[in-house]
C-alpha cells in the first residue's frame, strides 16, 4: 500500500493497493442517521469509501465480498450521537454470509457519567473465494432516540487480505 489517508477523512496522496493484501477497503458512514428501532439488530451501511482496491465493497449493502480465497482481517466501528441510557445494552458484531458472528462487541450503560459511545470489534476470517462475505451491524436495548454517528471519525468498516 502506498499513501495516505490524512487526518479529518481528507485524503492526502494515492492509496495503491496491490499483491497478496488485495482486495482490501476502507468505508465510512456519511451522515448521521436514526435507525428508528430498539430491540432489533440493524446493518451500519458504509457508504463512502476511503477506498476499495477491486470494488469489492457494495456502499448500498454494507457487504464486502472479495471473491478471493485466504484470510482476511476485518474491523468495525460504530458510534453514537447521544446520551447513553442508563441500564441500557450497546452491541456490534461482523457477521458472515451464513450470518454467523464472526466478531463482537457490547457495552452496558450502567448508573453513572462518562459512558463510552463507541464500539469496534475486530477478527481474522477464512473467506471461500466464492461465498464469503462480511457486513457490520448494530443493536441498542433501549432509547428509540439514539443516533448512530456518522462522518469520518464515525461508524466505518474496513478489511483487507492478509498476505500469510
Not at 57 to 85: N, R
Not at 106 to 129: K, M, Q
Request: aromatic content about 14%; overall charge negative; glycine content about 14%.
Amino acid at each position: 500500500m502506498s499513501g495516505i489517508i490524512g487526518g479529518g477523512g481528507s485524503k492526502s496522496g494515492i492509496i495503491s493497493i496491490s499483491g497478496s493484501n488485495a482486495p482490501a477497503f476502507s468505508a465510512y458512514r456519511s451522515a448521521s442517521f436514526d435507525p428508528g428501532t430498539t430491540g432489533s439488530w440493524y446493518n451500519i451501511y458504509c457508504d463512502t469509501e476511503y477506498f476499495d482496491s477491486h470494488g469489492k465493497y457494495d456502499t448500498s449493502t454494507g457487504i464486502f465480498k472479495p471473491g478471493v480465497y485466504g484470510k482476511y482481517f476485518l474491523t468495525a466501528h460504530v458510534g453514537w450521537t447521544t446520551q447513553l441510557l442508563d441500564n441500557s445494552e450497546y452491541h456490534m458484531r461482523i457477521t458472515d454470509h451464513t450470518d454467523t458472528i464472526v466478531a463482537y462487541s457490547v457495552i452496558w450503560r450502567g448508573v453513572g457519567p462518562n459512558d463510552p459511545r463507541h464500539l469496534e470489534c475486530s477478527c481474522i476470517v477464512n473467506g471461500n473465494g466464492t461465498t464469503s462475505y462480511w457486513q457490520a451491524a448494530a443493536y441498542q436495548t433501549s432509547h428509540p432516540d439514539t443516533v448512530i454517528y456518522g462522518g469520518t471519525f464515525g461508524s466505518r468498516f474496513s478489511g483487507f487480505k492478509l498476505d500469510l
